[in-house]
T-cell receptor, first 117, second 115 residues
Framework: GAGVSQTPSNKVTEKGKYVELRCDPI?????LYWYRQSLGQGPEFLIY????????DSGLPNDRFFAVRPEGSVSTLKIQRTERGDSAMYLC???????????????FGEGSRLTVL | AQSVTQLDSQVPVFEEAPVELRCNYS??????LFWYVQYPNQGLQLLLK??????LVESINGFEAEFNKSQTSFHLRKPSVHISDTAEYFC?????????????FGQGTILTVHP
């Protein structure tokens, strides 16, 4: 498809379980971002990939959260030992980086809603 | 550190009325400023942005925002709203550097346009 694709759109799990959320960015976009949005709040930055490497993971809340992008395209956000406080909408975005110039526009997916019971 | 404050969580207006959604930011460095919009059951979309140059920026659907450095504001305005403008609007700031997409968002303002 033409846009950022996220799967699953909804995930319900039990406390303590492991969860993976997938993001397929727009083809050709080298930059990929994960954000988390809690109810009634704006999105909060988690991690940023430039190519295959995590350029900035300062927003990951703790070591239960991990993200990979092994081939520089699809990314997976992994959450271990889920807690009820992890319940949120997880948003993925991608952007086109042209040399040292970035247009500043992020293209967001529709998100994966995670509910931890 | 940067922060963004959207002063109104909900703004109800009637169709064809003017609207202003307020946004203030704090940052110790030069910033890039954005408004993103989320229509019902859709992902966030860029509405308009200020990167440099003219402090007044416009969107294709009639919204405009003015970067005011002295007041650290980036309020969003539209002179006459439509039912289709009903959505949640997010103001965001980026401090440049290498992570251009590392945005700090405000809490969002829900704009509801009534007939």
């Amino acid at each position: 498809g033409a846009g950022v694709s996220q799967t699953p759109s909804n995930k319900v799990t039990e406390k303590g379980k492991y969860v993976e959320l997938r993001c397929d960015p727009i083809s050709g976009h080298t930059a990929l971002y994960w954000y988390r949005q809690s109810l009634g709040q704006g999105p909060e930055f988690l991690i940023y990939f430039q190519g295959t490497g995590a350029a900035d993971d300062s927003g990951l809340p703790n070591d239960r959260f991990f993200a990979v992008r092994p081939e520089g395209s699809v990314s997976t956000l992994k959450i271990q030992r889920t807690e009820r406080g992890d319940s949120a909408m997880y948003l993925c975005a991608s952007s086109l980086v042209e040399g040292s110039l970035n247009t500043g526009e992020l293209f967001f997916g529709e998100g994966s809603r995670l509910t931890v019971l | 550190a940067q922060s963004v404050t959207q002063l109104d969580s909900q703004v109800p207006v009637f169709e064809e009325a003017p609207v202003e959604l307020r946004c203030n930011y704090s940052s110790s460095v030069s910033v890039y400023l954005f408004w993103y919009v989320q229509y019902p059951n859709q992902g966030l979309q860029l509405l308009l942005k200020y990167l440099s140059g003219s402090t007044l920026v416009e969107s294709i659907n009639g919204f405009e925002a003015e970067f005011n450095k002295s007041q650290t504001s980036f309020h969003l305005r539209k002179p006459s709203v439509h039912i289709s403008d009903t959505a949640e609007y997010f103001c965001a700031v980026n401090g440049g550097g290498t992570s251009y997409g590392k945005l700090t968002f405000g809490q969002g303002t829900i704009l509801t346009v009534h007939p």
